[in-house]
């Protein structure tokens, strides 16, 4: 059984607060806001393309507030936000996700800083609850991630980075694998110019399944060099490599790879990026695959109050053997509108495509139109 993750932040929270030095009295600010909107759906059941489809108009109200905690040495950020979904066509279909994140950042001395943090949701949308662009079957997910990291700044050209992280996926879907990550880490930095710098760093992880009450393990270590340019105050550029080496089901040696690209304009910014990662397959098997992401996003800025982006990426996900053999397409557009200080719109698209040619997965195809209106009333300050 599956330790509870929270409850490890919980403590490590509490823990770090009676070890850092006294701070002056803090000011406590909670922010309430509300979002309402409105949403179609072209495939609200999730349904595979050899599936009857249902769509349907959704309609969403999401309350939420958020805490800040600010001294002089930490800074705490709590927040909480349910949303109802509320299916005009299909009530059969309504239901609530919950979200919760929380976070701390310490200064424990000029030189040494940690930020302890955890994030819980329970939704049924597996693109939310994991981070492989894998579409799954309309159940509900838990899925929670606790992190600890900690920064040491050994001369102003070295640092020292070193985390540990516990992620759980917890899926309703009988047939699928919940699954548990464990990780911790630890990477050097070191800044050649101030606009070039370089890491390595080695990670060990480990995975556990757990299909109809047997645990399956593996584990993964994973040896990183990185290099980070910023060829000018508006152009940064990353790309990194590792060898992974698994045990635990069978010896395994792979790779990993990436590269990114960011361009600020006057009044937009350009992102691209590659990566190629050891990842699980959101719960489909109890195995590791491999997971490929291109994606290229333009945010512009088109007044003082608003704010468009267009997005796209392409994903592939594949194991050996080829049980999940896995493409996805996702694009789409995005508009905000900041009306009053307390009022804020927004509308947009998203487009997924995902095609199986594995035994496991399916085709899935989603359109998605929404508008939104989000409340920020007032705050309070303690």
């Known amino acids: 059984m599956y330790l509870n993750s929270g409850k490890i932040a919980a403590t490590a929270l509490t823990a770090l607060s009676l070890c850092l030095p006294a701070a002056a009295a803090a000011e406590v600010v909670v922010k309430p806001a509300v979002t309402a909107g409105i949403r179609y759906d072209s495939n609200a059941t999730i349904s595979a ?6 769509d349907d108009f959704i309609v969403t109200l999401s309350p939420q507030f958020d805490i800040i905690n600010d001294r002089q040495k930490i800074v705490f950020d709590f927040m909480y936000r349910v949303t109802g979904l509320y299916y005009l066509k299909d009530p059969q279909l309504n239901t609530i996700n919950h979200f919760v994140t929380a976070d701390m950042k310490a200064e424990y001395s000029q030189t040494t800083k940690f930020d302890i943090s955890d994030s819980f949701s329970y939704l049924r949308q597996s693109l939310l609850a994991s981070q492989t662009n894998i579409q799954t079957s309309r159940y509900n997910i838990m899925a929670n991630t606790a992190t600890l990291r900690m920064e040491h700044e050994f001369t102003p050209k070295t640092s020292m980075t070193a985390n540990i ?22 990477a050097e930095v ?16 480990n995975y556990s399944f757990e299909p109809s009450g047997s645990t399956k393990g593996i ?11 910023q060829f000018s105050p508006t152009l940064t550029f990353n790309i990194f490599g590792s060898a992974v080496y698994q045990s635990g089901a069978g010896n395994s040696r792979d790779w990993e790879s990436g590269a990114s690209v960011t361009k600020a304009f006057m009044r937009s910014t350009l992102s691209g990026g590659y990566a190629r990662t050891v990842a699980t ?23 003082e109050r608003s704010d468009a982006m267009i997005y796209g990426a392409y994903s592939k996900n594949r194991t050996s053997p080829a049980s999940v053999d896995l493409e996805s397409y996702n694009a789409g557009l995005r508009w905000a509108y900041q009306i ?14 995902q095609r199986s040619r594995g035994s496991v997965g399916t085709d899935v195809r989603r359109d998605q139109v929404y508008v939104s209106a989000t409340v920020t009333p007032y705050e309070w300050r303690f």
């Open 219 to 229: 584990q993964t270590h994973t040896l990183r060099l990185g290099l980070t340019e």
């Open 340 to 353: 009053r200080e307390w009022l804020a719109i927004g509308a947009g698209y998203d487009h997924f495509d």
């Open 190 to 205: 070191y800044k050649i110019t101030p606009a070039t710098s370089t890491d390595a760093g080695y990670t060990f992880t």
């Open 281 to 303: 397959t959101s719960g489909l098997t109890n195995t590791l695959g491999i997971n490929q992401t291109y994606s290229l996003s333009y945010d512009y800025r088109t007044s």
């Open 165 to 186: 992280s516990d992620n759980v996926l917890k899926y309703e879907d009988p047939a699928a694998y919940d699954t548990r990550t464990d990780s911790a880490g630890v």
């Open 49 to 54: 393309a050899n599936e009857q489809k249902k």
